[in-house]
């Protein structure tokens, strides 16, 4: 069964620091594979996503990530954190024989300390 | 700029009493999804409607029900709603369902409060 794993459930950084958010994939076959942030009490907006080709993608608000099949990741990462990326960050992959069905990771909540 | 708005934003019941949660959309997409979004959780499909086709997640309660009007509206009902049941609700729409690669639009969810 296809399934998507954030391992860190928090994670706190520095306004400036770097960021990357690690994501894994169960999947038969290539994913589609995507990344939502979530503000608190928001819906959810979609960052960047992953379908073929270049395996780095460029998302919204200076954030990428990177598909690797022999790790089956697409860790996201963003170089300079702003305190405005505080948010929960869910990662998905879509079902190319359900419906476009999205299943998501349990989530990374980012916290940025001054 | 709205895409997919939903209402109320914040909606109060009574244990057991029907309530009924809005979604529209600007988009014209043949899609819509309801995902119910328990605290800390990742959301979680209860069903889709590919243009008039409805489609129920297996593991959905029946207590859940969706309308689909038109293009335009979709509307997720609960017949009788639990302490359970309090939960973000969002909906979100996408232009098809072909290949799993389609974008999903999200609205800004509805939070139900059950008491």
């Known amino acids: 069964a296809q399934s998507v794993t954030q391992p860190d459930i928090h994670i706190t950084v520095s306004e400036g620091a770097s960021l990357e958010l690690r994501c894994n994939y169960s999947?038969?076959?290539?994913?589609?594979l995507f990344w939502y942030v979530q503000s608190p009490g928001q819906g959810l907006q979609l960052l960047l996503k992953?379908?073929?080709?270049?395996?780095l993608v460029q998302g919204i608000k200076g954030f990428e990530a990177e598909f690797k099949r022999s790790q089956s990741s697409f860790n996201l990462r963003k170089p300079s954190v702003h305190w405005s990326d505080a948010a929960e960050y869910f990662c998905?992959?879509?079902?190319?024989?359900?419906?476009?069905?999205?299943?998501f990771g349990g989530g990374t909540r980012v916290l940025v300390k001054p | 700029d709205a895409m997919v708005i939903q209402n109320p934003r914040y909606q109060v019941t009574q244990f057991g009493k029907p309530v009924t949660l809005s979604c529209s959309q600007t988009?014209?997409?043949?899609?819509m999804y309801w995902y119910q979004q328990k605290s800390s959780q990742a959301p979680k499909l209860l069903f889709h409607?590919?243009?008039?086709?409805?489609?129920n997640e297996a593991d959905t309660p029946d207590n859940f029900q969706s309308r689909r009007p038109n293009t335009s509206f979709c509307f997720l009902d609960i017949r009788s709603p639990g302490l359970g049941d309090a939960a973000m609700y969002l909906c979100?729409?996408?232009?098809?369902?072909?290949?799993?690669?389609?974008?999903?639009?999200f609205g800004p969810g509805t939070r139900l409060l059950v008491l």
């Open positions: 999947y038969g076959a290539t994913p589609y």
């Open positions: 979100a729409t996408s232009r098809d369902r072909s290949g799993g690669g389609e974008t999903q639009y």
């Open positions: 409607y590919y243009d008039k086709d409805f489609n």
């Open positions: 998905a992959v879509g079902h190319k024989a359900a419906g476009n069905k999205l299943t």
């Open positions: 992953y379908f073929s080709g270049d395996t």
């Open positions: 988009l014209n997409h043949n899609v």
